[in-house]
């Protein structure tokens, strides 16, 4: 490549002058700055960011890496752009230049199509890389500053993941030894395997995991397909595609992680589940469950990730406070009858489940658990795993605890008329019992409880209240105020929540208490609608008001609401 004039550098020097010239700094804090030392590729904004001086334009805020890039690409006249991982083809994008060109120019290409491709760059007067780049792709190249830390850091990341899918490519799937997770998320180069044997497909396994630690996922899907497989993370709560990978390295992947979970490689044909524990480098420990499923081309694996911190939180962390949070109190303070918790898989229910207990859990009861699989070791409770293979199921199980003298037993959940009937049999001889159903709403509750075959005068007898419940993304602080006579606020996005306008989630509650003006619509034939009318007749008030409250309040959105609160 040849240099030409128009390419120079950013040196310390000339970008002191330049926000000197801007005002954004003064003469005095320029002085100070320019005895910094630039070690090594540290970017002179790096340097000049990692002093937090203060912003003139905005009051209580400084200039940061990303408000400086922002004030170097309007003064270069390009665009700027925040790189968002989840958001690029990290296949294709890697495919258009070599890592050591990349890397030579500090550059990362972030986006392409049939007409152009976009190139991240944070040196704007170093163009001439451009004509030689535009030459062998045969597109016009879209020249874009983006902050140098990301160019690096994803650069790093990206063309070390691409290296290893194509040194795994075309290998057969391999048998792995039995491995630990904590050094398989040793991202250090110390703890690196060589690049020979099966050293690829555990730096892509070693990638995975930590990329998906990184980007707040919850579960990660492996997916096979046709020709590639598809790699996804739920992320609060909704899907992102993020790789494609060739098929034999998905399955290779898959069968990495399987042994790590101590599941049977070889057996392919039947679902399987298999759990991985581990420590992240921050220290706080993680845990992986592990499901299989066979499907046409291939085994699908989904890996939820648990943090057991969830578990920790108390009500207010959850999102359930004020009149939900007082009718809750009253109703688990109880010394008998049975109360559920509803709402599809990934609702929360554990999560208020676990608060409830450690409520409820003092020296003076005798709080008995039984669990499948055990979400956390709780030292205040006794804890019972459920193992199907030895006849050990919910219903056994808690007949088990019955003979332990409980004061409160925690059913993890009722799937089926015995465990129902044994429910209700501890809750009607003097136990405060709790459970979860996977129920819409919770007055449906009521009508699965007869489908699974109870009767209804059990129903009335034993049920004293069902709590259904909704995970909804928050706003993020990007938020901003609705118009005039409307409530709460509007999604608007940033980039620290990937242009969504959410971060995070929180609780919406519908409660319901099983009175004696309730259960006079409680029989074999009953009318669901008479039974909601009685219900909020008597003070419940459905999720979707109760998401409401929540919009007026500033915490999310109606849109969000009605898409996770919908059908009921």
Known sequence: MTVTDQDRRLSLDGLLTALLDARLIGPQAAQALRSLRQIGDTHPLELIAAQNLPDPRQADQHLNLENLCQWLAERA????????????????????????????????????????????????????????????????????????????????????????VKGACHQ?????????LEQLLDLSEKGRPHEDDDAHIVTIADWLLQYAFDQRASDIHLEPRRDQGHLRFRIDGLLH?????????????????KTLAGMNVAEKRRPQDGRIK????????????????????????????????????????????????????????????????????????????????KHLATSQVNLCTVEDPIEMVEPRFNQLQVHPAIDLGFAEGTRALLRQDPDIIMIGEIRDLETAQVAFQAALTGHLVLSTLHTNDACSAITRLLELGLAAHLIKAGLIGVMAQRLV?????????????????LARGCNDCRQTGYFGRTGIYELLNVNEGLKTHVHDDIDLEKLRRQAIADGMLSLQQRGAQKVASGLTTMTEVLRVASGN
Request: glycine share 8%.
């Open 241 to 257: 595609s993020v790789y494609q990978f060739p098929g034999d390295v998905t399955l290779a992947v898959i069968s990495r992680l």
């Open 473 to 489: 993304r928050t706003l993020c602080n990007c938020k901003e105020k609705a118009a005039p006579g409307e409530d709460g606020y």
């Open 278 to 357: 581990t420590r992240l480098p921050a220290g706080n420990e993680l845990e992986l469950r592990l499901s299989t499923l066979p499907t046409t081309f291939g085994e699908k694996l989904v890996l939820r990730i648990f943090d057991p911190m969830v578990l920790q939180q108390d009500f207010s962390q959850l999102g359930l406070e004020g009149n939900d949070l007082a009718r809750w109190l009253a109703l688990i303070g109880q010394r008998h009858g049975l109360i559920l918790i509803t709402g599809p898989t990934g609702s929360g229910k554990t999560s208020t489940l676990y608060a409830t207990l």
């Open 172 to 180: 057969p799937v391999p048998a792995f030894p039995p491995g630990n």
């Open 77 to 164: 006249g390009l665009p700027y752009r925040h790189i968002d991982p989840l958001q690029l083809d990290l296949g294709a994008t890697t495919g258009l230049m070599s890592a050591a060109f990349a890397q030579r120019h500090g550059i990362l290409a972030i986006a392409a199509d049939a007409n152009s491709v976009t190139v991240a760059s944070a040196e704007p007067f170093t163009r001439s890389w451009e004509a030689d780049l535009a030459q062998v792709l045969r597109r016009p190249i879209n020249h874009v500053l983006a902050s140098p830390v990301q160019i690096r850091r994803f650069s790093q990341a990206f063309f070390h993941l691409a290296r290893s």
